[in-house]
C-alpha cells in the first residue's frame, strides 16, 4: 500500500469526520473536537495519506508534560492491515522521542482484539482496566502504556 503520514490540516477534516462516523459509529467525535485539536498545541494530529490525499486513516494525540495519550486511531476498514496503523503509531514515537516524553497511554476496548494486538505489537503493555469507560456500548477499557526511556 502506498500512503505518507503528514500533519492532519483543516482540508482533511470532511474526511475525517466522515472516517470517525465510520469507525464509531456509536459514538463519533464531533468536527468540532476535530477542529479544536488541530489548533491545541498541546495535540499532534497526523494522517495517513493514499492515492490523490484521500484520507486512509488518522491518529489524535494529546501531550501533557512527559506524557503522551493517544486519543483515536483510526483506518477505513477498506486499507486496514496494510500498514497505515502502523505507520501512524510510529510516527507519534518518533514524536513523542523527539520531544522527550517519558511514555505513551492509550485505552482500548477489552473486545477489541486486533486493536491490542497491534498496541502490543507496538511495545504497549497493559497496565490498568477501567471499569465501564465505554458507554455505546457499555464496556470497559484496557489502559496501555508504552515506555520511551526518558527520565
Known amino acids: 500500500m502506498d500512503f505518507q503520514i503528514v500533519p492532519m490540516e483543516r482540508g482533511h477534516l470532511d474526511q475525517v469526520e466522515a472516517l470517525e462516523r465510520l469507525c464509531f459509529p456509536e459514538d463519533p467525535w464531533s468536527r468540532q473536537i476535530f477542529e479544536e485539536a488541530l489548533t491545541d498545541g498541546s495535540a499532534v494530529n497526523l494522517a495517513a495519506l493514499g492515492p490523490e490525499g484521500t484520507v486512509l486513516g488518522y491518529v489524535n494525540c494529546t501531550i501533557i508534560l512527559d506524557e503522551g495519550d493517544v486519543g483515536n486511531v483510526a483506518v477505513h476498514p477498506d486499507w486496514r492491515r496494510q500498514g497505515a496503523a502502523s505507520a501512524l503509531l510510529d ?40 471499569k465501564n469507560y465505554y458507554l ?16
Open 91 to 130: 510516527a507519534f514515537r518518533r514524536v513523542g522521542e523527539e520531544r522527550g516524553l517519558d511514555h505513551i497511554m492509550l485505552m482500548v476496548r477489552v473486545s477489541n482484539a486486533p486493536a491490542r494486538a497491534l498496541y502490543a505489537r507496538h511495545g504497549y503493555e497493559d497496565v490498568g482496566l477501567r
Open 136 to 151: 455505546h456500548p457499555r464496556e470497559d477499557a484496557i489502559y496501555m502504556r508504552l515506555e520511551l526511556g526518558h527520565d
